[in-house]
């Protein structure tokens, strides 16, 4: 598999990208993998060894919820959504990352 | 929300993991196959993009935070497997921490049984006595014109109960218990006797005790119209009674009063004093029958009750005190009249109330021991630093040898903490292990240890209870902190690179592991102070049983007897008028054991040097003049003819008391010197008068040189001797002190046989040599000593174990240096010097420190010391000695064992 053209994500922000794609619906581990992967048009690849430690992790924190949920093939599944300390934590992560990224612009343009 | 902690249901998180993460490689795999890949293909890829489900099972767990009781496990997995490679070691380690930890147990249960365990009744916490000092009461018929008052008179009692104070309820007690005759209905009359206790009407509620049978006694049964009745105890329900639930309602009589018996206490309950518990509760309102004297009540200047009282809610003993102080100067004011005189006014207003918290009740043992239990508590908190020390030089000594596997973990990503944590749980779990040892030590040695303070009939016992093992349990994770903390420290610092990259142990570490000297130099210190601190007390010892006491205690025999039966004297056993029945009686038992073989001198007494027992009377003496305030009195003893040739007194003037000192001749008393010393100021005291209560004045005849017939420690005080035979008071009781030409104790029967020659009726109590009486009065310090001297061997034996441990540890560390230095030619003395030279220094420190700390901690034994100084040099010199002895038996033979190095094997090892 080619990896030239891909990152895995940076350490720091997979909690960042976590937050932000539970925040219009709640989602099971594997859905949230699969979106951040489409919605960064295939650039960015989630770990999965990092993915549910980091979803364990934020629920421990209280900055996601979680609920078992029976799936129509009769599984369980487990469904995380924002609590609302995660809604203020995504607020401030995301703040947080525009500076920093702004700033990283700033000095790869000068 | 979680109610419980997640490691709670540790099976929980890991199931719904696994379906987690079950789910996860399903999904993966349907949307595989919906792009065209192969089920089995899909599968394999979902299954591999983990790169191993196992991993991250754990990461995950990890992260939802259910390690820690995995990770405790595993600790103690290790731990264990870790002790088994070093059995020697282990259980060194915890044989040690058995003894420092029930050493202390086996002590705190004392202190907890005698000093903190509070009274068996409902809230304790609010009971108050009106007694400044919580001890044993007294009666007294002279008033307490001023000052602290601890006994009341019933008009106080019933003025004080009659006022609001801010109690909830005060009841009283008579300031002791009373031995009463017996009679059971239905049984033919035997010689019973019976502990009857004066009580109000109220004592049980306010003490707060229920009854096991039947009811309490309540105010109705203290008016005095009321139908006699009494409360027993459990064990008389059992002993008297034959524990017959029907009990109830049988009547008993009390000195030929019949009462009925309404109610049984619990075995737990003996009452307001920790002692024996009485057998009877019997109302204040029958104190004529039981006491067989005039009413009480009607007598405002007896005092004999003890007052206590339960506090309300948000009541307190600050304000309970107060407002007692002042009903009772009220009292008093009410009760002088209408013009108090300005002397009378003066004391009214010294008169106060001082209250103490009842909530352990009375305790004569416990204010005899307590000192010395806070003495024995520190020593043994001594004995279990030099445990932990110990305990913490092997640890250090393992924390170096295992250097190289702490390097090896900690390179394989073993955090620091992680490190710490192992340790720390290796050294609780050997401490663990010492606090059950110690608790076993402690239930085994703490009961026959207690009954050196206690007798066994006390209610109060060393038992382990819950706060006992509070105690063990805190001593023990303490123990694990002091000698686990440092090794530990050192663990987690340990550098993995420079560690592994070293082939054997680094030159650097092995010179750090030389840092086991506080170690060592801590528990020669505090073995230092425990021995002087034993030395001292068995030098104090020593010098009480050999203080001159003033008169001879070897070869004089005493007996004592009781002439109520044979002076016709009855079960009134108080009465003490002459009797010419006893008197006579006296008389011929004078001139019996006189004539007996074996005898050189004897002689009659009231009582006898240190038997206890003490009389002390107001006297008038004819021309000495009283300062303001002062009360002049003397100890009076009553005794017989040739007196101090008896006893081996000096007389310096006059005569002594003589046979023929009788009723019809003239009164005559001879005094001791303090008595010429203090009254007559040096003068002549023979020819001079003195008056005893309201008889006529006695003619002192003699003086003998002071003797101490109570305490080593205090000066004999001024003293009158009254010849027995003519004392109108002459008493029922009285001991007869006989000095033998050989061996005192062998004419126990012969006295016994003649006593009974002259009247078989006369009982004849304990006889025993005058020397044993004296040291039986030195229990207490015998006992300190004894524990003392006990913890020091037991120190001396932690410390040398730790010291040869050490020792033998550093030689093997040095094997192969040893081995080249003989290689290389050197002498034996030279590798003698080189071994000996650390515990020489290790000694020298040690022995400085301790004398150090011994000189600090002197002061905890001052007040228990006698002729001997708390910083005593010898005292210093024979502990160092003795440390010395035992450090070099700790070298000699780890000594031996470098001495025999062969260099070719020595460094063929290396």
Same mark, same amino acid.
């Given at each position: 598999?080619?990896?030239? &053209?891909?990152? &895995? ?9 976590i ?23 295939a ?10 430690p ?5 629920e421990?924190k ?9 799936? &129509? ?38 | ?37 192969p ?15 196992a ?12 390690? @820690? ?8 997995r ?10 020697g070691?282990?259980?060194?380690a *915890? ?11 086996? *002590? ?29 009461? !007294? ?7 001023s000052?602290? @008052? ?8 019933e003025?004080?109960r ?5 109690l ?10 009373q ?15 019976a ?15 229920a009854?096991?049978l ?22 008389? @329900?059992?002993?008297r009674l034959?524990?017959d ?8 009589? *009390? ?25 009877? @509760? ?9 006491? =067989? ?5 009607a007598?405002p ?10 506090l309300?809610?948000?009541? !307190? ?19 002088a009249?209408a ?17 103490? /918290? ?6 004569? /043992? ?22 932990c ?22 390179? =394989? ?20 292990l ?20 206690v ?45 592994l ?13 030389g ?86 001198d ?13 009389? /002390? ?9 009283a ?8 100890? !009076? ?78 000066? $004999? ?28 104790e ?9 006593i ?18 004296? =040291?039986a ?25 730790g ?33 000996a ?7 020298? /420190?040690?022995l ?17 010391l006698?002729?001997?100084a $708390? ?26 064992r470098?001495?025999?190095i062969?260099p ?5 090892t290396?």
């Amino acid at each position: 598999m080619p990896t030239s &053209d891909r990152s &895995d994500v940076l350490q720091g922000t997979l909690d960042l990208l976590i937050l932000r794609t539970l925040e219009t619906r709640p989602l099971h581990g594997y859905a949230i993998g699969q979106q951040i992967n489409q919605t960064s048009r295939a650039l960015l690849q989630v770990p999965q060894g990092s993915l549910y430690p980091a979803l364990h992790r934020l629920e421990k924190k209280g900055l996601l919820a979680a609920e078992w949920v029976d799936t &129509d093939e009769g599984r369980r599944a487990k469904v995380y959504r924002l609590t609302r300390r995660g809604y203020q934590q995504l607020a401030r992560e995301i703040a947080d990352w525009q500076r920093l990224s702004k700033a990283i612009g700033w000095i790869l343009q000068s | 929300m979680k109610f419980v902690p997640d490691w709670f249901c540790r099976d929980r998180i890991e199931r719904d993991i696994d379906d987690e993460l079950a789910f996860h490689v399903e999904a993966h795999t349907r949307d595989l196959i919906s792009e065209g890949v192969p089920p089995e293909e899909a599968r394999r890829r979902a299954l591999a993009t983990f790169g191993g489900m196992a991993p991250i099972r754990e990461l995950t767990r990890d992260a939802s935070g259910g390690r @820690w009781l995995e990770d405790l496990l595993s600790d103690l997995r290790y731990a264990v497997r870790s002790f088994r490679h070093q059995p020697g070691v282990t259980v060194v380690a *915890i044989l040690t921490l058995t003894l420092g930890i029930g050493a202390n147990t086996a *002590i705190f249960s004392m202190v907890n049984g005698l000093l903190l365990r509070p009274l068996p009744v409902r809230d304790p916490g609010r009971l108050v006595l009106f007694s400044g000092d919580a001890s044993e009461g !007294t009666s007294s018929s002279t008033p307490p014109p001023s000052g602290r @008052w601890d006994v009341f008179s019933s008009e106080a009692y019933e003025y004080l109960r009659s006022r609001s104070l801010p109690l909830q309820s005060i009841g009283a007690f008579a300031s002791g218990e009373q031995t009463v005759a017996l009679g059971l209905s239905g049984q033919p009359a035997q010689d019973l006797r019976a502990r009857a206790h004066l009580v109000s009407g109220n004592y049980f509620d306010v003490i707060g005790a229920a009854p096991a049978l039947g009811r309490m006694l309540s105010n109705d049964d203290d008016r005095p119209s009321a139908v006699p009745v009494a409360v027993a105890s459990d064990l008389f @329900w059992r002993q008297r009674l034959g524990a017959d639930p029907a009990a109830i309602g049988r009547t008993v009589t *009390i000195n030929g009063t019949p009462f009925g018996i309404v109610g049984v206490m619990p075995s737990e309950f003996f009452g307001e004093r920790v002692r024996r518990s009485p057998d009877l @509760w019997v109302p204040l309102v029958h104190q004529p029958q039981v006491q =067989l004297r005039a009413s009480a009540a009607a007598r405002p200047e007896l005092y004999w009750l003890s007052l206590f009282g339960r506090l309300g809610p948000r009541q !307190t003993i600050a304000g309970a005190q107060a407002a007692t102080t002042s009903a009772l100067r009220q009292f008093l004011t009410a009760s002088a009249g209408a013009q108090p005189s300005d002397i009378a006014r003066e004391r009214i207003a010294s008169v106060r109330v001082q209250m103490v /918290s009842g909530a352990r009740g009375i305790s004569v /043992s416990r204010d005899q021991n307590r000192e010395l239990l806070v003495l024995l508590l520190s020593a043994v908190g001594v004995i279990l630093l030099i445990a932990c020390s110990n305990v913490g030089t092997l640890f250090l000594a393992r924390a170096v040898a295992r250097q190289r596997e702490i390097a090896v973990r900690r390179a =394989l990503g073993a955090s620091r903490g992680r490190l710490i944590r192992q340790w720390l749980t290796e050294s609780a779990l050997l401490a663990g292990l010492g606090a059950v040892g110690g608790g076993i030590v402690a239930r085994l040695a703490a009961p026959p240890l207690f009954a050196t303070f206690v007798a066994a009939s006390n209610p109060a016992k060393a038992t382990i209870d819950g706060v006992v093992l509070a105690f063990a349990t805190g001593a023990a994770l303490l123990s694990s902190l002091i000698f686990g903390l440092v090794p530990a420290l050192r663990a987690g610092a340990v550098d993995p690179l420079a560690t592994l990259r070293a082939a054997g142990p680094s030159p650097s570490s092995s010179r750090r592991a030389g840092t086991t000297d506080p170690f060592v130099i801590a528990q020669i210190a505090m073995s230092m102070m425990l021995v002087v601190g034993a030395v001292l007390l068995v030098r104090t010892l020593i010098n009480l049983e050999r203080a001159p006491l003033g008169f001879d205690r070897d070869r004089i025999l005493i007996a004592s007897l009781n002439a109520r039966i044979a002076g016709g004297l009855g079960a009134d056993a108080h009465a003490t008028d002459a009797r010419p029945e006893v008197l006579d009686l006296w008389s011929r038992v004078y001139e019996r054991i006189r004539a007996l073989p074996g005898v050189e001198d004897a002689t009659l007494a009231r009582y006898s040097p240190f038997n206890g027992s003490n009389s /002390s009377r107001s006297l008038e003496i004819e021309g000495y003049v009283a300062a303001q305030g002062e009360r002049v009195s003397a100890e !009076t003893i009553a005794v017989g003819g040739n007196y101090p040739q008896t006893m081996g007194m000096p007389v310096i003037a006059g005569r002594a008391i003589s046979p023929d000192d009788r009723p019809s001749t003239p009164r005559v008393v001879v005094v001791n010197a303090s008595f010429a010393r203090k009254y007559f100021a040096g003068g002549t005291a023979v020819g001079r008068r003195l008056q005893i209560r309201a008889g006529g004045p006695h003619e002192i005849v003699g003086v003998v040189e002071d003797a101490r017939f109570h305490s080593v420690r205090d000066a $004999p005080p001024p003293t009158v001797f009254l010849p027995l035979l003519q004392d109108t008071y002459l008493s029922s009781t009285c001991e007869v002190q006989l000095r033998t030409s050989g061996n005192a104790e062998s004419l126990t029967d012969t006295v016994r046989r003649a006593i009974a020659g002259v009247d078989a009726r006369i009982e004849v109590g304990r006889v025993q040599s005058l020397r044993s009486q004296v =040291l039986a009065t030195f229990a207490p310090e015998r006992t300190a000593a004894g524990f003392l001297v006990g913890f020091a061997v037991l120190a001396l034996l932690v410390a040398a174990v730790g010291l040869y441990g050490t020792v033998s540890y550093g030689i093997a560390r040095r094997t192969s240096e040893i081995g080249l230095r003989i290689a290389l030619g050197a002498a034996r003395r030279d590798v003698v010097w080189l071994v000996a030279r650390a515990s020489v220094i290790r000694l020298a /420190s040690g022995l400085l420190v301790g004398a150090l700390l011994a000189r600090a901690a002197g002061s905890l034994v001052s007040a228990q010391l006698f002729g001997v100084a $708390p910083n005593d040099p010898l005292s210093l010199l024979v502990a160092a000695a003795t440390l010395s002895v035992v450090v070099a038996l700790a070298t000699v033979r780890p000594l031996a064992r470098a001495m025999r190095i062969d260099p070719m094997i020595a460094l063929r090892t290396e």
